[in-house]
Structures are given as C-alpha cells and as structure tokens.
C-alpha cells in the first residue's frame, strides 16, 4: 500500500511561486502515474497535472499551462508540482494521487492566493 504526505502549502500573493512536494512511502512509486488534482471551497475536485510513471509524458488542465510543472524525482520516492504566476482562482486545497491497480489519495495541502 502506497501512502502520500503533500508539503509546500502556504500563502502567497498574486504572481508568486509555491513548490508543493508530495513523499510516499510503502511501495514503489516507479509503478504508478501521478498526479495532482486541486478543490476549491464549493467546487469538485479537478484534474491539475499528471506525469506518467517515467516521467517522460505529462499534461495538464488548460488553466495551468505554462504557469505550473510537474515532476517526479523516483529515486528519491517523490512528485513535485512547481507552481509560477500564482492566481488567486488558484487557490485551493491540493491533492497528490497515483494510480495504478488502485489509486492512493494524500491528505492534500492548502494554498491561498491573495495580496
């Protein structure tokens, strides 16, 4: 079984960058794709980035393009998302997840947007 801690949360103000880590730990990650996925209060949960379990493919919600990265550093059992000209309709509490056989879920971290 796979568990996920997500780190990097915090306010910050409009244009900023925050970098979000997300550790696991109980299997190997190198088995599963990744992704995070954010809720904002009165909103479902969307898809945010996701990263293919070699790193090599990813993609992301058209809101995000350009502004965010992923990534995955295997070795060291983590996924980042690298998060630039942060908005303040991009706060919200956001979630790691991996998927494979069955889809793990951290317990997700906030960020706020605002000056």
């Known amino acids: 079984q796979l568990q996920l801690v997500e780190s990097g949360g915090g306010l910050v103000q409009p244009g900023g960058s925050l970098r979000l880590s997300c550790a696991t730990s109980?299997?190997?990650?190198?088995?599963?794709?990744t992704g995070w996925f954010r809720q904002a209060p009165g909103k479902e949960r969307e898809a945010v980035a996701c990263i293919s379990s070699s790193g090599r493919s990813t993609n992301y919600a058209d809101s995000v393009k350009g502004r965010f990265t992923i990534s995955r550093d295997n070795a060291k059992n983590t996924v980042y998302l690298q998060m630039n000209s942060l908005r303040p309709e991009d706060t919200a509490v956001y979630y790691c997840n991996a998927f494979g056989s069955v889809t793990y879920w951290g317990q997700g971290t906030q960020v706020t947007v605002s000056s």
């Open positions: 109980g299997s190997t990650l190198e088995d599963y794709a």
